[in-house]
């Protein structure tokens, strides 16, 4: 198991400063290379720059939740998401199709209703053979 791991290429786990503009203020946020890839592949999906994506994720993120604390930790979460979506089938792989031309409540109700939940559920039994 831990070879398809390990095996990864270190350029894709090094860390990665950029500076961002966040309404005329400028700030730097620190990812993983591959973490800035997919947002890049995000950003492409709907014709936005990488700027542009973390303007709106940003400003979105503060009109739902008010506040927004660890951002680099948000969308680290939001390239993992993305990426779990397109393997459940509830995001298209073609990068062709604009992440806003889906239907969010119809992608968010395919969902298991928390993610604590769904960890908690019993592996599957060939899963649970291997523990």
């Known amino acids: 198991m ?9 350029a894709s786990y090094e860390s990665r400063t950029r500076s961002v503009r966040l309404h005329g203020v ?9 973490h800035w890839a997919v947002l890049e592949e ?3 999906r709907d014709g936005m720059t ?11 993120l503060v009109a739902d ?3 927004v604390g660890n951002f680099s930790s948000f969308l680290r979460v939001c390239a993992l ?9 509830l995001i298209p792989r073609d ?4 992440i806003r031309s889906l239907d ?3 992608v968010l109700a395919a969902l298991p209703a928390t993610p604590s939940r769904a960890m908690r559920e019993d592996p599957p039994p060939a899963r649970r053979a291997l523990n």
């Open 2 to 10: 831990c070879k398809i791991f390990i095996s990864a290429d270190p």
């Open 42 to 44: 995000i950003a492409g």
């Open 26 to 34: 400028v700030t730097s946020l620190r990812l993983e290379n591959l």
């Open 65 to 67: 939740r008010g506040a």
């Open 50 to 60: 990488l700027a542009q994506l973390i303007e709106t994720l940003y400003d979105e």
């Open 95 to 98: 990068a062709g199709i604009p």
């Open 81 to 89: 998401r993305y990426e779990n979506l397109i393997a459940r089938g």
């Open 104 to 106: 969010a409540r119809q």
